[in-house]
Nanobody, 127 residues
Framework: QVQLVESGGGLVEAGGSLRLSCAAS????????MGWFRQAPGKEREFVAA????????YYADSVKARFTISRDNAKNTVYLQMNSLKPEDTAVYYC????????????????????WGQGTQVTVSS
């Protein structure tokens, strides 16, 4: 059974940092692009960041560029999202997803390309 399990969410003050992890199991994800998306209350799910299967290509939403960093450890089947300088508007449920199509660049920002999704982890940033 394919599973993506997010962890690391929580409550943090504005300006603080959190590191999200996404542990994958059930198949080998080392050939997949991996992405993070988020959904705030009353809003649609939106792209945050993605990393290619090799780790050489990354792509970020403009709203998080220079604050968030995505990385992966294929040996551990895990992808990370380091979030710094957090803002109240970053408050959302954060989802990890896997794309089997080996997307790179801007294509990694297309939500419909992702085949597997985690259940999400809540991130709350207080002002």
């Amino acid at each position: 059974q394919v599973q993506l399990v997010e962890s690391g969410g929580g409550l943090v003050e504005a300006g603080g940092s959190l590191r999200l992890s996404c542990a994958a199991s059930g198949r080998t994800f080392s050939s997949d692009a991996m992405g993070w998306f988020r959904q705030a209350p009353g809003k649609e799910r939106e792209f945050v960041a993605a990393i290619s299967w090799s780790g050489f290509s990354t792509y970020y939403a403009d709203s998080v560029k220079a604050r968030f960093t995505i990385s992966r450890d294929n040996a551990k089947n895990t992808v990370y999202l380091q979030m710094n300088s957090l803002k109240p508007e970053d408050t959302a449920v954060y989802y990890c997803a896997a794309d089997r199509h080996r997307s790179t660049g801007q294509a990694m920002g297309v939500m419909t390309r992702y085949d597997y999704w985690g259940q999400g982890t809540q991130v709350t940033v207080s002002s």
